[in-house]
């Protein structure tokens, strides 16, 4: 229940021994719902006859949450002052939040035995579809997804080959490991290797800080392969988008077993088998996205976070948590050290490592011996334009082209037109919903509320004077597609956005045909500028980041630092030396000279300073009060209430402030900013404050939460 508190139940009188971890089939009010056991007391704040027993345990003494996982959940729920019910729920796999869910049996495997070996042996006669089930055991167990590749319908010859007493089923043993060895390793890389494992067995946070293709990727196989051979497990956690087939196959192949996978893109049966692979140990690698963070493995011993200034690592409703800061707080726990590896940190992880509380790991050669790619600024003032790119860039994309090269246009904006104006009147398509423009999707011929999924028909008339005058302003990818196709009719043009890319494993699709290393036109969003390899491109053109420059929240420019970095990342990766054009109109903005003359590390000291000076996180701690709902005045009511009952301390409560993107999804949001110098002196206010606020009548007219350290406004 979205509630700040636990509830208190009697045990029920079977033979069970109730056991905290366990799940628990308890009434709650007139339905009957799923619980977890987390405390065991023999006192409660209410009258015995008040409290209600269990009604079941619907998996007998198991338990679903290790005494770490639901230490770490503790904390969480106490940290992020968050709903104890939803941050237990957020860590369940989905089926095990239902009654009707199972933790699944012991996974089995499959293996000859002698009377099938000989069986193997002779000539195949009429049995050819058993006999092929039979060679893929010839080399040892193998588990029902290897079966599976040898055909879909393995289950029925399988059950003939049980009959005749060739095969043997068994509880499943780890996969072995089988590494095949790697590149001799650079000095950098070694170094790295040699420190980090010298920690292994204690708590300690690693800064992997290297450049993309300075083998990172390298570095944590080194780890892993170490761990593994200890009998130890290994959580590796990467963004959403950085969960590719390529990176996949690339561990697959160098530790010769297959990691377990999850994110949530998977089936809640395929989650739920993940989570029983974890849980038994019997995974030794999980690669996951966000949510594989709280898995139960009993033999973790390492936690690796790629790409740890990722927007997608923190989870920006309902439990709103860093997954990078969790991590953190799980290792601790654990006494195990974790990784966390990018090209451009956080100002947080920076600034940690700066101040010795991380170990700093520099990688700043490019491990094929690639060069960094070049920088060329291009200052737009009185440039001639089309659809968005200037004369002296579409220049360039020829000459590259003509020599057979790739180019890569990144713009992070999709659709054709991020909105559509009356050339008469200046009427613009604004959605109903939200403070925000409708995108023009001319293609589909559809305006798209990119905030809250609204969408509607392009109107052929201006709705407010009837003049045939619509235009678009500004561009998208569709546009910059559309523009680029016609400019070079010869080039093969590949889009990436989350247009062209809605089905699964058509980024691959896309990858592959780039990686045949023919000319070709790569336009996209920041789906292209995240761990993908694309080695033939030596010319890449950023289109427009001026937003970020000059943007009211404080982390833009940080951002826009990162992506740069990132998308400039794409270039030149192999042989080919690369260059980036960036156009601007503020080619003198000293935030960018220094990311362009010094690179990532002296830009982020530089705006660390900036932070510093005006006393913004990393150098305070924040938290908001967030409010919404459909009447304005219940939430400023709300909000002005509850600043009046903020606890008196050093932390400072400012507001109400409206949202950046005041109204989304017919919602009104505004927030109160918390903030104080000091971790310890927020949280103690917090605490008191929160308390309160569940007694406050008009909290009840709106929503609200509580987001600590947040990330956006
Ligand atoms: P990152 O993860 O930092 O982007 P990768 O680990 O993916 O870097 O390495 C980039 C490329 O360089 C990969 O093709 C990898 O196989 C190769 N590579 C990494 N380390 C070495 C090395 N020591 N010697 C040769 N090639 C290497
Ligand atoms: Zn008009
Ligand atoms: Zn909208």
């Given amino acids: 229940m979205p509630l700040r508190q636990l509830f208190d139940y009697l045990p029920s009188d079977t ?29 409660s704040d209410l009258p015995l006859e008040k409290l209600s027993s269990v009604i079941a345990f619907p998996d007998g003494e198991q338990t679903v949450l290790t005494d770490e996982t639901l230490e770490l959940l503790k904390w969480c729920w106490r940290y992020y002052k968050h709903a104890p019910g939803e941050v237990v729920f957020n860590a369940l796999p989905p089926l095990l939040r239902k009654i009707s869910g199972e933790i699944p049996p012991p996974p089995l495997q499959y293996s000859l035995t002698t009377a ?3 069986r193997l042996g002779e000539p195949p006669g009429r049995i050819k579809a058993q006999i092929r089930l039979l060679e893929e055991m010839r080399e040892g167990p193998v588990t029902d997804l290897q079966l599976r590749t040898v055909t879909s319908s393995w289950r029925k010859t399988f059950s003939r080959l049980m009959e005749q007493q060739w095969v043997r089923s068994e509880a499943r043993q780890p996969a072995q490991l089988k590494p095949i060895s790697g590149p001799v390793l650079l000095d950098e890389q070694q170094l790295a290797v040699e420190a980090i494992g010298k920690t292994l067995g204690d708590f300690h946070c690693h800064l992997l800080d290297g450049v993309t ?14 761990v593994l051979r200890q009998g130890g497990q290994v959580l590796l956690l990467v963004p959403e988008i950085g969960l590719t087939p390529q990176l996949l196959n690339r561990f697959k192949k160098r530790l010769g077993f297959e990691p377990v996978v999850t994110h949530s893109g998977l089936s809640e049966g395929q989650r739920l088998k993940a989570w029983a692979m974890a849980q038994s140990g019997l995974a030794r690698l999980v690669i996951g996205t966000r949510s594989a963070l709280f898995l139960p493995m009993p033999e973790l011993q390492l936690i690796i976070l790629d790409e740890e200034h990722d927007a997608s690592f923190k989870q920006q409703d309902g439990f709103r948590y860093s997954t990078r800061d969790v991590a953190v707080k799980r290792a601790s726990g654990l006494g195990v050290p974790v990784v966390l590896g990018t090209a451009t940190p956080s100002l947080e992880t920076f ?23 070049s920088w060329r600024v291009l200052d737009l003032i009185q440039q001639t334009m089309t659809g968005g790119i200037s004369a002296t860039a579409m220049e360039a994309i020829g000459k590259t082209l003509e020599k057979g090269e790739q180019v890569l246009v990144f713009l992070n904006r999709r659709g054709y037109a991020p909105v559509i104006l009356c050339h008469e009147c200046g009427w613009h398509a604004a959605c109903q919903r939200c403070d925000a423009n409708m995108t023009w999707h001319k293609a589909t011929c559809r305006l798209l509320c990119h905030h809250c999924d609204s969408s509607a028909r392009v109107p052929v008339m201006c709705p407010e004077c009837g003049a045939d005058a619509l235009q678009g302003a500004g561009e998208g990818t569709e546009q ?6 016609k400019a070079f009719p010869e080039t093969p043009l590949l889009r990436f956005d989350r247009d062209t890319v ?99 590390e002296a830009f982020a000291s530089d705006i660390s300073r900036d932070r510093q000076i005006a006393c913004l996180p990393p150098f305070s701690y924040q938290a908001l009060l967030r409010s919404d709902a459909h009447d304005k005045d219940d939430v400023r009511a709300f909000l002005n209430r509850a600043k009046q009952c903020f606890p008196t301390g050093e932390a400072t409560v400012y507001g109400p402030f409206p949202a950046m993107m005041e109204r989304r999804s017919g919602r009104t949001r505004w927030y109160l900013l918390v903030q104080a110098n000091r971790r310890p002196i927020l949280h103690h206010q917090l605490d008191e404050w929160v308390s309160q606020l569940h007694k406050l009548p008009s909290a009840r007219k709106v929503r609200w939460s509580v987001d600590v350290d947040p990330q956006d406004y």
């Fill in 351 to 373: 600034n940690n490592a700066a101040s010795n509380r991380y170990s700093w790991h520099r990688l700043r050669q490019r491990a094929t011996g690639a060069a960094e790619p």
């Fill in 502 to 600: 809605r089905k699964k494993g058509e980024f691959d699709r896309l990858s592959e045909q780039v990686k045949t290393g023919k000319s070709c036109l790569l336009v996209g969003t920041q789906m292209l500028a995240k761990g993908h390899h694309f080695p033939q491109v030596t010319l890449v053109v950023i289109v427009n980041l001026d937003q970020a420059l000059y943007s009211a929240d404080f982390r833009a420019l940080e951002r826009m630092g990162q992506l740069m970095v990132q998308v400039a990342g794409r270039a030149g990766r192999d042989q080919l030396p690369g260059e980036v054009i960036l156009q601007t109109h503020y080619p003198q903005h000293e935030s960018l000279l220094t990311l362009l003359s010094s690179g990532y």
């Fill in 116 to 118: 099938g070996e000989k």
């Fill in 213 to 226: 293709g300075s083998g990172k990727t390298e570095v944590y196989l080194c780890l892993i392969e170490r």
């Fill in 480 to 485: 910059l597609e559309q523009m680029l196709g």
């Fill in 15 to 43: 033979s069970i021994v109730p056991k905290s971890g366990m799940r628990v089939e308890v009434p709650f009010g007139r339905r009957k719902m799923v619980g977890v056991i987390v405390e065991i007391d023999d006192k």
